[in-house]
Every structure is written in C-alpha cells, then in structure tokens.
T-cell receptor, first 112, second 111 residues
Framework: QKEVEQNSGPLSVPEGAIASLNCTYS??????FFWYRQYSGKSPELIMS????GDKEDGRFTAQLNKASQYVSLLIRDSQPSDSATYLC????????????FGKGTKLSVIP | SQTIHQWPATLVQPVGSPLSLECTVE??????LYWYRQAAGRGLQLLFY??????ISSEVPQNLSASRPQDRQFILSSKKLLLSDSGFYLC??????????FGPGTRLTVT
C-alpha cells in the first residue's frame, strides 16, 4: 500500500513569515512529486513539481526533495493571507505510472 | 492554452437515482483523463483513468462506471446512487504521465 503522509495542521504562520509544509512517502520507487493548493470548496491547483533531489524555486515557493529520506517539502516565503489553503502532496510512482497518490493535506492559515 | 470543463457544478440526487457527470478538455489532443473523488475528511481517491477513446481502467470496485466516447470527453455514470457516493468529483487531464490538472469539480450530495 503506497502511502503519503502529511501533518493535517492547521499550521498557522504570521503574514510575511516562511511556511514549511512537509510530506513523507512510503514507495521508494517514486519518481515524481507534486504540490497542489486547494482553497476551500475549490479543486486542487498544481503549484510545484519536482523530479530530482535538491531544491526547486518558483517565485515565493521552493520545493525540496530528498529521495534517500523519502521526504519532500514546500516552503512558502513571505506568506500572504491569500496563501491560506490546504496543501496536498502527491507522489507518482515509477516511470510510466499513471496513479498519483495524495496525502490528506495540510491546512495552512496565514494570520494578517 | 488548455481548459477543462465539468458539469454540473453541484448536484443533489436521491438514493437509487442515476448519475451522469461530464468532463471535457480543450486545447490538447489525446490527453490522459482521470476521475477522482474527494470525500469529506478523506484524501483524493482515483476512480478511473483513460489513455484513449474507449480505454477505461477502474481503480476501485463500486457502482460507478466511466466512458470516453470522444478524445477529449470523459463521462462518469451510475445506474443507482448510494449515500456513500456523495463527494466532490474531480476530472483531471495530463499529457503522458506527468503533471495532472484538475477541473472545477462537481459536488454531489446523495439524499
């Protein structure tokens, strides 16, 4: 059974701070990793993808991957109230795999 | 650019009634298509995926079925809804087996 674990939160950070969201996965053969943002009542929106060890930056977002530790994280710099949402970690196992395994999400609240 | 549509946006149906949800994608050819369900307090669950017209793979045995009558159209159906079918139904597309992009979703309440 492939599992993706996230702290459910809520994670509260003050406006302007760095929010750190963490995710661990069980399938060591996983190849591709994604972060989705889901506002309440809306569908998930892809915000980051990462495929190799290390950091990947896109604007205020940085994804970090450590395959040896089976750990992926998302950092949000200069957090804004509009970042308040549930963040879903998703993992795609193996080359040619179709099935994304999702964590249950971490709810982030950015306090003005 | 690619766009994905789902309808209806919300639906309230009695137990035992049929269901048909539709998803269409614009701006891409031969996408992989997916149906997910997100139930309250639970994660996203893959229900079906399709790599081409008429090709459907089921992930979870249940009273739901899917069809892909056209390249960019994906339909989720049921002959008789159960209370447990309530949830947020999401269609997604991808090119190959990379990033998946979700539609706006259909919120289904079975009463």
């Amino acid at each position: 059974q492939k599992e993706v674990e996230q702290n459910s939160g809520p994670l509260s950070v003050p406006e302007g701070a760095i929010a750190s969201l963490n995710c661990t996965y069980s399938d060591r053969g996983s190849q591709s990793f994604f972060w989705y943002r889901q506002y309440s009542g809306k569908s998930p929106e892809l915000i980051m993808s990462i495929y190799s060890n290390g950091d990947k930056e896109d604007g205020r977002f940085t994804a970090q991957l450590n395959k040896a530790s089976q750990y992926v994280s998302l950092l949000i710099r200069d957090s804004q109230p509009s970042d308040s949402a549930t963040y879903l970690c998703a993992v795609l196992s193996g080359a040619g795999s179709y099935q994304l395994t999702f964590g249950k999400g971490t709810k982030l609240s950015v306090i003005p | 650019s690619q766009t994905i549509h789902q309808w209806p946006a919300t639906l309230v149906q009695p137990v035992g009634s049929p269901l048909s949800l539709e998803c269409t994608v614009e701006g891409t050819s031969n996408p992989n298509l997916y149906w997910y369900r997100q139930a309250a307090g639970r994660g996203l669950q893959l229900l079906f995926y399709s790599v081409g017209i008429g090709q459907i793979s089921s992930e979870v045995p249940q009273n739901l079925s899917a069809s892909r009558p056209q390249d960019r159209q994906f339909i989720l159906s049921s002959k008789k809804l159960l209370l447990s079918d309530s949830g947020f139904y999401l269609c997604a597309w991808s090119v190959g087996f990379l990033e998946q992009y979700f539609g706006p979703g259909t919120r289904l309440t079975v009463t």
